[in-house]
């Protein structure tokens, strides 16, 4: 089904979108409500503003992808907005992939910063010496003690706490925002 802003022939981005949200409902309005705790358009707003000028203090830009391997959380609503105020592509992985398929996966997208729940962190480690591209690792939860790893592995608290200046980036509606890899049950 197409939205209402295809059908009128105004093609618009997320952010665009989100930014629509907050002129037409304020900054104080309870935007979600995620087990309980409630964030507001604005809190959401500021917070994905700190991701995305995290992210570009390691290199992530316009073009350049972000693997997420997070279950159903606030931060990966925060990392959806925090890629389409810089640009980059969210590539949100299936948390039941591991072995050969995460790898590919990883690897095919060219990350270079990955964003994990420690449930999943110790597949990625499995599958490290495969990742090229991969340099850090933000983990939502504890972070896994005693591992050796070529990977720079930080607690996402680091990841959230970049400045909260607009980042000047206007995006476009043929920019690519997310990209999705299939099940593989066909193959990589």
């Not at 599958?127 to 983990?139: D, I, M, R, T």
């Not at 997310?178 to 990589?188: F, H, K, Q, R, W």
Request: one cysteine or more; hydrophobic letters at 40%.
């Amino acid at each position: 089904m197409r939205s209402h802003y295809w059908n009128s022939g105004e093609l618009t981005t997320i952010i665009s979108e989100f930014d629509k949200a907050i002129a037409r409902s304020g900054r104080d309005f309870q935007w979600v409500d995620y087990s309980g705790t409630n964030y507001t358009l604005g809190q959401i707003d500021e917070a994905s503003t700190r991701l995305a000028n995290s992210l570009r203090n390691y290199r992530v830009d316009y073009g350049r992808p972000v693997v997420s391997m997070l279950d159903n959380c606030v931060e990966q609503i925060l990392l959806i907005l925090a890629c389409g105020k810089i640009g980059a592509i969210h590539v949100p992985l299936n948390t039941a992939f591991k072995g050969s398929f995460l790898r590919h996966q990883i690897a095919d997208s060219g990350a270079s910063v990955l964003i994990a729940d420690s449930d999943y962190v110790h597949r990625i480690l499995e599958v490290e010496s495969g990742l090229p591209e991969a340099k850090v690792l933000f983990v939502k939860g504890p972070l896994p003690e005693g591992v050796a790893s070529g990977l720079d592995i930080r607690p996402i608290k680091e990841a959230l706490d970049g400045s909260d200046e607009p980042t000047g980036f206007i995006g476009s509606p043929s920019d690519v925002a997310m990209l999705i890899y299939t099940s593989g049950t066909t193959g990589p």
